[in-house]
């Protein structure tokens, strides 16, 4: 099982950024799909979680309303669109795996981790 995040890049604030994280080795239609970021110097931090069917989303306080995750079963690939950027978002961003739904998970819950990319936000 491989997932692999990118999209990430140096931009200024106010500006956007699409993240995309395709999974390979195995079919994840079922599971819940996530991303978290570490930021310098701080413990990674859940962003956003979708869930593998019905309407379950969630998204951290300090990106509601800039940030929407989606996914692309066909693809087996989920997404990350950033508007507005804001310098306090800059950090490695992660896109992780589970086979349950958590609003607000623990790295611990997560099955399957991919690489990160790097968001850079200038002001």
């Known amino acids: 099982v491989q997932l692999q995040a990118s999209g990430g890049g140096l931009v200024q604030a106010g500006g956007s950024l699409r993240l995309s994280c395709p999974a390979s080795?195995?079919?994840?239609?079922?599971?819940?799909m996530y991303w978290f970021r570490q930021a310098p110097g701080k413990e990674r931090e859940f962003v956003a979680a979708l869930g593998g069917s019905g309407p379950f989303t969630s998204i951290t306080e300090s990106v509601e309303g800039r940030f929407t995750i989606s996914r692309d079963n066909a693809k087996n690939t989920v997404y990350l669109r950033m508007n507005n950027l804001k310098p306090e978002d800059t950090a490695i961003y992660y896109c992780?795996?589970?086979?349950?739904?958590?609003?607000?998970?623990?790295?611990?819950?997560?099955?399957?981790w991919g690489k990160g990319t790097q968001v850079t936000v200038s002001s």
């Open positions: 992780a795996v589970a086979r349950y739904y958590f609003g607000r998970p623990l790295d611990s819950e997560m099955d399957y």
């Open positions: 080795g195995h079919t994840f239609s079922p599971y819940s």
